[in-house]
C-alpha cells in the first residue's frame, strides 16, 4: 500500500527518477537542491492544489486560494455531522426565532413574502442563500455560474492501511477520483462497529454528470487498493449542482463586505467572498455586526 499512495501521490518518485537520471549522466548528486527541489515542491504543490484546494473549492484546477489558509487551522468535522453547525446557532437563538418550512419567494425593502401568502416586516433584511436562489428572490441577474462535484459514500469492512485519517489525493493526472476522504476515521460515530465510511469526491465536469460514474470510480479506486474495492457497499452518490459560485481570479477580498442591495437588504455568502465554510461563517458574522451599527 505505501508503494501504491506514492504512487498516487506522483512527486516522491518523479524527484528519485530525476536524482537517478542525473547521476547515471555523471551529474553531481545535489540531493534535494536546486532543480531537483524546485521541481519536488512544484509537484508537491501542484498536488495540493488539485486535491485538497480543488476539493474545498470545487476547482479542479485549485488555483484561487493560498495554501497557507490551510495550515493556519485543524481540519476539523462534527461528530454527529455538519448539521450540527446549523443546529447550535440555531440553539443559541430560541425556538421562536425560526420559521421552518417556510419558503420565501421575494425580497423587499423591509419585507419578506413567503410562499403560503405571508409577509414578514423587518428593518433590516440579510439574504444568505445560494446565488441561484439570491437571483430569484431579489429578481436581479449576475453574470457568476455555479460549479458542481459529487461525492460517492461506501460501507466496508476493509481498514485502510494506515491509523492516520489521511485525505488521499489522485496524483495520477487521470480518472474521475479527487480524492478519497475515511470519515470515519476522524469520528467513529460516522459508521456501525466495523464498519468504514468512504467518501470518494469528483470535480471535474467531465465526469460529474456521467451516468457509468460509480463505475468509473470504483475502477480507479481498484488500482489503488486492489480487488478489495469490488466488495465496497456502494451506498449512495450525491450530486450537488451548485456546490459553490466559480472562484476563478480575481477573487474577492473575503474582509471586504459587498455592497449593501438597498438600505435595508444585505447579503453575505461565499459568493462574493472565498469559498469555504469559514469564510462563509465569516462573512454572516460580519455582516450581523454592521446591522448592529445601524440599527
Not at 456521467?210 to 469490488?230: A, K, M, P, Y
Request: contains cysteine; aromatic residues 8%.
Amino acid at each position: 500500500m505505501g508503494e501504491t499512495v506514492f504512487n498516487h501521490l506522483e512527486s516522491a518518485d518523479h524527484v528519485d527518477a530525476e536524482i537517478g537520471a542525473r547521476i547515471s549522466a555523471g551529474e553531481p548528486d545535489r540531493g534535494l537542491t536546486g532543480n531537483v527541489t524546485y521541481e519536488f515542491r512544484t509537484a508537491g504543490k501542484r498536488l495540493f492544489q488539485r486535491g485538497v484546494v480543488a476539493h474545498v473549492t470545487v476547482d479542479e484546477n485549485g488555483g484561487t486560494s493560498d495554501p497557507r489558509v490551510f495550515a493556519t487551522g485543524d481540519a476539523t468535522l462534527p461528530s454527529k455531522g455538519m448539521e450540527e453547525i446549523p443546529r447550535q446557532i440555531a440553539d443559541s437563538l430560541g425556538p421562536d426565532k425560526i420559521q421552518f418550512q417556510s419558503k420565501a419567494i421575494k425580497v423587499s425593502d423591509g419585507s419578506v413574502t413567503l410562499e403560503d401568502g405571508r409577509i414578514i416586516l423587518g428593518k433590516q433584511i440579510v439574504v444568505a442563500t445560494p446565488e441561484p436562489v439570491l437571483q430569484d428572490l431579489l429578481d436581479i441577474k449576475t453574470v457568476n455560474r455555479s460549479v458542481g462535484e459529487s461525492c460517492l459514500y461506501y460501507s466496508t469492512d476493509w481498514v485502510p492501511p494506515f491509523k492516520e485519517p489521511f485525505l488521499l489525493l489522485n496524483g495520477d493526472g487521470y480518472g474521475p477520483v479527487n480524492n478519497i476522504a475515511f470519515p470515519s476515521m476522524i469520528a467513529k460515530e460516522y459508521a456501525p462497529a466495523g464498519k468504514t465510511l468512504i467518501a470518494v469526491v469528483v470535480v471535474d465536469d467531465q465526469f460529474i454528470k456521467r451516468t457509468d460514474l460509480e463505475g468509473e470510480v470504483r475502477s480507479q479506486c481498484r488500482e489503488w487498493f486492489g480487488d478489495i474495492v469490488n466488495k465496497w457497499e456502494h451506498l449512495r452518490t450525491y450530486q450537488i449542482e451548485h456546490a459553490l459560485p466559480d472562484q476563478s481570479p480575481p477573487t474577492q477580498n473575503p474582509y471586504l463586505l459587498p455592497k449593501p442591495i438597498s438600505e435595508n437588504i444585505r447579503i453575505c455568502g461565499e459568493y462574493q467572498s472565498l469559498p469555504g465554510l469559514q469564510w462563509a461563517l465569516m462573512s454572516g458574522h460580519m455582516t450581523g455586526k454592521n446591522i448592529t451599527k445601524t440599527v
